[in-house]
C-alpha cells in the first residue's frame, strides 16, 4: 500500500526519501502549485499521479492523458514521477517532451486524448513547480475536481489498476507549429519584437511569427530556468519595461511578451506603452466583432468596464458576460455561452470557434493581434489603442497574504464593504453604486470608478485592481480607499507593486 502523504518533511533525511510529501495548499482551485522539494517531493509527485489517475476512471472518463514539462532544472523529473503516478493508476500516458501549456491543450485534440497534466508552474519564481489538468477538452479542472483530487492524494485514497503504458511521442512540437501557421501569411511588413523571459516560449515563438511574415526582434530567448532578468510574466512591470525598451530601440510595430508556460501574451504598442491585457482584449473584440457581429464575450471581473460601455461594440450587438477570474473559470464560462472569445486581465485569452479551440493559448493571441494590425494597414497599434475611450487603471497589485487565511480576508474585505453600501457610507468620496461579488469584491462608485479585491488562486496573495473612466487621481483615491480598508487586517502584507 503506498503511504499517506506527508504535510511537512525536511530534505535531506531518510524520511523525505521514504515518505510522499505533498503540503495541502499546493492544491489551488484550478491547478496545482508547490515549492520543489520543500512543499513537494517526487513521491508526492508520484502521489499525485496515481490521484490522477483515480480520478480520472472515478468520473468515467476514457483513461489517455497527455503530458509535457515546461523549462525548469526539474521539471523533466517531476514529470517522469507523475507519469510512473499515472500509469500505475492505469493511464494510457502519451509524452509529447517539452513543450506549452496550449501545445499539450492542442495534444488533446490532435492525439485525440481526453486528459491532460501538463508539468509547469507557469510564470512563478524559478524554485516552483505544478500541474494544469484536465478530463474534459479544452476544459480544465474547476475547485470541483480539485478539491476531489486534493481529497484523494492527501488521504491516499488511490485505485491502483493494470493497463497503464507510456508513449513518448517524437517532434510533436512541428505538428504544433503547423497548426498555428497553416493561416494566410499577413501583408503587411511588421517588426515585431517577441519577449519570452528565458522560458519555455523562446523555442516556439520566433518560430511561429517568423512563419506567418512578421520580421522578429527575439528578447530573453535563450533558455535560462534561473530566470536571470525577470520572471517570465507579461504582467510583471519589469518584463514590459523590457519589452518597450526594445521597441523603442529597434522602431518595432508591436512587442509581444509571453509567460513561462506561454498560455498568456502580453502587449507593448509602436510607441513604447505597455497595454493591460484587458485593453488588448477590448481592441480585439472591437476587430473580431467586425467579422462576427453580435458575437458574446466573456471577460474577467478584473477587467475594464469598456467591454460593457464601448459604444464601438454596443453598435455591433457584442454582449460582455463578466465572470470569475481563472483561466478555468473563463475557460468555462466560454464554452458554455458558446462565446468567441474571453479575455482576462492576466493575459489568458480564449478563442472559440470559429477563431480557436476554447483553451488559452499565447502564440495564438499573438496571432491575432498581428492580424488585427493586418486588417488595420493605415494605424499603428498606438492608433488603435488611442481609439478606445479614456480610462485610466493599475496594474495587477499583489499584497501578500498566507494561503491559509487570504480567502478567509477576502470574506472580511466583502463584508466590510457591503456594510459600508448598506450604511450609506462612501468610498474613495462617492455613495458605492454597485458590488459585484462573483469573485471577491468590486466595489463601483456612483461615477463608475471601481476597485477589486480577490484572493489570488496561485500565489500566497491577494489581488487589487482599480480603474476610473474620470481621471487618474479618481484612480489612485479608489486605491487608497480599497488599501484602507485591507490594512484593517493583520495579515495583509506589502505589494509587489504600487501605482
Not at 502523504?5 to 492544491?27: H, M, R, S, Y
Not at 488521504?155 to 517524437?170: D, H, I, M, N, T
Request: charged residues 25%.
Amino acid at each position: 500500500m503506498f503511504p499517506k502523504p506527508q504535510a511537512a518533511l525536511t530534505p535531506n533525511t531518510f524520511a523525505f526519501e521514504l515518505q510522499p510529501l505533498v503540503k495541502p495548499t499546493g492544491f489551488r482551485e484550478y491547478d496545482a502549485r508547490w515549492l520543489y522539494p520543500h512543499e513537494i517531493n517526487l513521491m508526492g509527485v508520484q502521489a499525485l499521479g496515481m490521484g490522477i489517475g483515480t480520478l480520472v476512471h472515478e468520473m468515467g472518463q476514457r483513461p489517455e492523458i497527455v503530458t509535457g514539462h515546461d523549462f525548469r532544472s526539474y521539471s523533466s523529473a517531476i514529470k517522469m514521477a507523475l507519469v510512473s503516478g499515472m500509469m500505475a493508476a492505469g493511464l494510457k500516458v502519451k509524452d509529447i517532451g517539452l513543450a506549452l501549456s496550449p501545445m499539450a491543450y492542442f495534444a488533446q485534440f490532435a492525439l485525440d486524448c481526453p486528459c491532460v497534466a501538463m508539468v509547469t508552474a507557469s510564470h512563478n519564481d524559478n524554485g516552483w513547480t505544478g500541474v494544469k489538468m484536465g478530463a474534459h477538452r479544452p476544459l480544465t479542472f474547476g475547485p470541483e475536481e480539485m478539491g476531489r483530487l486534493r481529497d484523494i492524494v492527501l488521504s491516499a485514497a488511490f485505485k491502483l489498476r493494470q493497463g497503464g503504458s507510456y508513449e513518448f511521442v517524437p517532434d510533436f512540437a512541428e505538428r504544433y507549429i503547423a497548426d498555428l501557421t497553416s493561416r494566410p501569411k499577413i501583408k503587411r511588413r511588421l517588426k515585431v519584437v517577441a519577449a519570452c523571459g528565458n522560458g519555455t516560449a523562446g523555442a516556439f515563438a520566433p518560430r511561429v511569427l517568423e512563419a506567418l511574415g512578421c520580421e522578429v526582434v527575439p528578447l530573453d530567448a535563450e533558455p535560462d530556468y534561473t530566470f536571470p532578468r525577470y520572471n517570465p510574466n507579461p504582467e510583471d512591470m519589469k518584463m514590459l519595461h523590457a519589452i518597450a525598451d526594445k521597441v523603442r530601440e529597434t522602431g518595432a510595430d508591436v512587442g509581444l511578451g509571453f509567460d513561462g508556460d506561454g498560455d498568456r501574451c502580453g502587449v507593448v504598442d509602436n510607441e513604447g506603452e505597455e497595454i493591460f491585457a484587458d485593453k488588448i482584449g477590448v481592441m480585439l473584440a472591437r476587430d473580431l466583432s467586425k467579422l462576427h457581429p453580435g458575437a458574446t464575450f466573456v471577460v474577467d471581473v478584473k477587467s475594464t468596464g469598456l467591454f460593457s460601455t464601448d459604444p464601438e461594440l454596443a453598435a455591433r450587438g457584442v454582449k460582455a458576460d463578466y465572470w470569475k477570474t481563472g483561466h478555468s473559470y473563463i475557460k468555462r464560462r466560454v464554452n458554455e455561452l458558446k462565446a468567441l472569445a474571453g479575455f482576462e486581465k492576466s493575459g489568458h485569452f480564449f478563442f472559440n470557434t470559429p477563431v480557436g479551440r476554447g483553451y488559452d493559448d499565447g502564440l495564438l493571441t499573438a496571432i491575432h493581434v498581428v492580424e488585427m494590425l493586418d486588417r488595420n494597414p493605415g494605424q499603428s497599434m498606438a492608433e488603435l489603442y488611442r481609439a478606445l475611450p479614456k480610462t485610466w487603471g493599475s496594474p495587477t497589485m499583489a499584497p501578500k497574504c498566507p494561503d491559509e487565511v487570504k480567502y478567509e480576508v477576502v470574506e472580511r474585505v466583502v463584508r466590510r464593504f457591503a456594510e459600508m453600501q448598506r450604511k450609506g457610507e462612501t468610498v474613495a468620496g462617492q455613495p458605492i453604486r454597485d458590488l459585484v461579488t462573483v469573485n471577491g469584491v468590486r466595489v463601483v462608485t456612483a461615477d463608475g470608478t471601481w476597485g477589486l479585491v480577490r484572493a489570488s488562486s496561485n500565489k500566497p496573495e491577494l489581488v487589487v485592481v482599480v480603474e476610473s473612466p474620470v481621471s487618474e487621481a479618481r484612480m489612485r483615491e479608489m486605491f487608497h480607499a480599497v488599501d484602507a480598508v485591507l490594512r484593517e487586517n493583520p495579515e495583509v502584507g506589502a505589494y509587489n507593486q504600487t501605482i
